[in-house]
């Protein structure tokens, strides 16, 4: 049964031993890894998203999304200490649920990386577009900087970064610890620097009213601003590069989820306190629908009348800054966006060639997709494939469009890690647990219901785009990988049978002592 062809954890453990990386990180590079990981787009570009849906009800989206984060991530935890290797939510499913199951998750994680590389493009975009503009006076005309959703043509600023990622990627990069957290240093000084200068400033009379859309525009906006969170689930794939990973891959799981919501929540507060956080609305009262052609032509005419409100800022908290008189300093945070998130996109295209890799050491991708170009040693046909797709969704769709799909196939990986844990405390409950979740059975069923009722909150065609990338990918799997995986023909790597993954060992060299493979924000 194809459900239950299962690659045991012995085996992925024995395999990822005979295979494995350099185990180089610690609790506190984990850390590091998860802040810079998780800050990025999400707070420096979706705070306007979530004010359009939430206005300043988004503090509590804030809170909803970390709560969702942290029950996941505390099943995270208990697997990745149990199975430290390479895979994150594809290896626990296959281990737990089977093939076909861990087939999806797989499908899913290439959508939720590649999609969240074209949004934090997009993001970048808006910082460039609005770091040349206040800086050097150059700008930029709109139809170039926004794709059709957003009222332009095209978005050239987010297809230039994406060419220039995919060619550090071909021809190979040392994104080092050491250098990610410099950039994460330097994003959590310029981020502190704007809680210190608009907390101070806040008016009360911009928090009312707090809920202008209801309830529902809080849940809404949670949906949204997940992405703002999901980064951490870098941490897990880095497992198999983590010294001790049994204790530290857990502290850095849960630290830098604590860390970051701490400072979404100061900095939303921030936002809100300083300048006003008011959805724009329609004639009838109701508000209009982030990154539509409605919202777009509106935000337009507000701005021609001399306005520009949080929510229509393609770079909202530099607006901010600027708004309360620090308009160098405003650009000094554009500046940083700018520099650090090229290296969010660049972390999370490897993060999806370490997808492909660990699928084709299964057997279920194939080999042609990890072709080593001979003179870089890079996989330049996969990394070609997901930039060219990379690079269209960034220019012509929106950052909120693209965030809200690759939630849809984040929230369902995170599902199936959590149904994962509780499988295995019934199926395998004598298995050695360095972590384990407490209340697994309130924790448990908390992150299932929570990635629920987020996917429900998505917009319309998000939650179309998961049900129809998944009926492409299950053709593609019977097609191909049903027959050609390595558990159903009986391949042993581990015992020295056919080992896919040696001929992408340039790559992973070359990346030993590096950032695992993605961020999300």
């Not at 800050?39 to 570009?45: H, K, Q």
């Not at 808006?126 to 930029?140: E, T």
Request: aromatic letters at 10%; one cysteine or more; proline letters at 5%.
């Amino acid at each position: 049964m194809i459900f239950w062809r299962v690659k045991s954890l012995d085996a992925i453990l024995a395999t990822a031993e005979k295979k494995s990386l350099q185990r180089t990180l610690g609790a506190w590079q984990l850390t590091l890894l998860g802040v810079g990981a998780i800050i990025g787009t999400g707070i420096f570009v979706l705070t306007a998203e979530a004010a359009q849906k939430a206005g300043p009800g988004m503090m509590l989206s804030f809170v909803i999304a970390s709560f969702v984060c942290i029950v996941a991530a505390l099943c995270y935890s208990e697997l990745s200490s149990m199975v430290p290797v390479s895979g994150s939510a594809y290896t626990y499913s296959y281990a737990v649920l089977g093939e076909l199951v861990a087939w999806l998750v797989g499908w899913a994680l290439m959508l939720e990386y590649s999609v969240a590389a074209s949004a934090v493009a997009v993001g970048w975009s808006g910082y460039f577009v609005g770091l040349l503009d206040h800086s050097l006076g150059i700008k930029i005309p709109f139809a170039l900087a926004n794709g059709p959703f957003a009222g332009g043509i095209i978005n050239l600023p987010a297809i230039f970064v994406c060419i220039l990622v995919v060619g550090l990627l071909v021809i190979g990069t040392r994104e080092s610890a050491q250098f990610n957290a410099v950039l994460v240093a330097i994003k959590i000084a310029i981020l502190t620097l704007f809680i210190a200068l608009t907390l101070p400033v806040a008016d009360i009379e911009n928090f009312q009213p707090f809920l202008p859309l209801g309830e529902v525009g809080v849940v809404a906006a949670a949906s949204s601003i997940f992405f703002a969170y999901v980064g951490f689930d870098a941490v897990s794939t880095a497992a198999e590069e983590t010294k001790n990973p049994q204790r530290n891959v857990p502290i850095g799981l849960i630290s830098s989820l604590m860390i970051c919501t701490v400072f979404y929540l100061l900095i939303s507060m921030g936002a809100i306190g300083a300048i006003g956080a008011q959805p724009v609305l329609d004639a009838a009262g109701k508000g209009l629908a982030p990154g539509s052609l409605a919202l777009a032509e509106q935000c337009q005419s507000l701005t021609t009348a001399g306005q520009q409100p949080l929510v229509c800022s393609r770079e909202a908290l530099a607006l901010v800054l600027r708004e309360i008189g620090w308009e160098k300093i405003g650009n000094l945070l554009g500046l940083t966006a700018f520099l650090a998130l090229p290296s969010v996109v660049l972390m999370m295209l490897f993060g999806q060639t370490r997808i492909f890799f660990v699928m084709s050491r299964d057997g279920l991708l194939p080999e042609v997709l990890s072709r080593i170009h001979p003179r870089f040693k890079t996989p330049h046909i996969v990394t070609y494939m997901t930039g060219l797709g990379v690079t269209i969704a960034a220019a012509f769709l929106p950052v909120g469009k693209l965030a809200d799909i690759s939630n849809s196939g984040t929230l369902f990986a995170f599902m199936v890690v959590a149904f994962a844990v509780m499988i295995l405390r019934v199926k395998d409950k004598h298995r050695v647990r360095p972590f384990r979740a407490p209340g697994i059975w309130l924790v448990g069923p908390l992150a299932v219901v929570g990635c629920i009722t987020l996917f429900l909150f998505l917009p319309t065609d998000a939650k179309l785009v998961f049900p129809i990338w998944s009926g492409i990918g299950l053709i593609f799997y019977f097609l191909y990988g049903y027959r050609k995986s390595h558990v159903a023909r009986g391949i042993d790597i581990a015992a020295g049978g056919e080992d896919i993954i040696s001929q992408v060992r340039p790559l992973v060299d070359c990346h030993h002592d590096n950032s695992p493979p993605r961020n999300k924000d």
